[in-house]
């Protein structure tokens, strides 16, 4: 059974850090790019950052560079989200998925993504 569990969210204060964890199973974890994406209410679901387990290139929202990294640990199947100096507006619904290597399109999108998580609670007070 294919699994992507998040964890690490929680409620911050503007100008704090959370790390997100992403724990994949069931299915070869070298094959996917991992995304991270998030809704807030009212907003289309968005593009965080994403990697590729092969090759480890990165992704990054403009909203998001020099705050957030992230990283993986093909051992553990697990792709972290580092996110730093959160603001206010990073307040969303996190969800981690994963998406084909051989997707021709942009990785920005859900569109390729095949398995999700359920997503974690990311608030950020101000």
């Known amino acids: 059974e294919v699994q992507l569990v998040e964890s690490g969210g929680g409620l911050v204060q503007a100008g704090g850090s959370l790390r997100l964890s992403c724990a994949a199973s069931g299915f070869t974890f070298d094959d996917y790019v991992i995304g991270w994406f998030r809704q807030a209410p009212g907003k289309e679901r968005e593009g965080v950052s994403c990697i590729s387990s092969s090759d480890g290139s990165t992704y990054y929202a403009d909203s998001v560079k020099g705050r957030f990294t992230i990283s993986s640990d093909n051992a553990k199947n697990t792709v972290y989200l580092q996110m730093n100096s959160l603001k206010p507006e990073d307040t969303a619904v996190y969800y981690c998925?994963?998406?084909?290597?051989?997707?021709?399109?942009?990785?920005?999108?859900?569109?390729?993504?095949?398995?999700w998580g359920q997503g974690t609670q990311v608030t950020v007070s101000s």
């Open positions: 998925a994963a998406a084909s290597t051989y997707y021709s399109g942009s990785y920005v999108y859900p569109d390729p993504y095949v398995y």
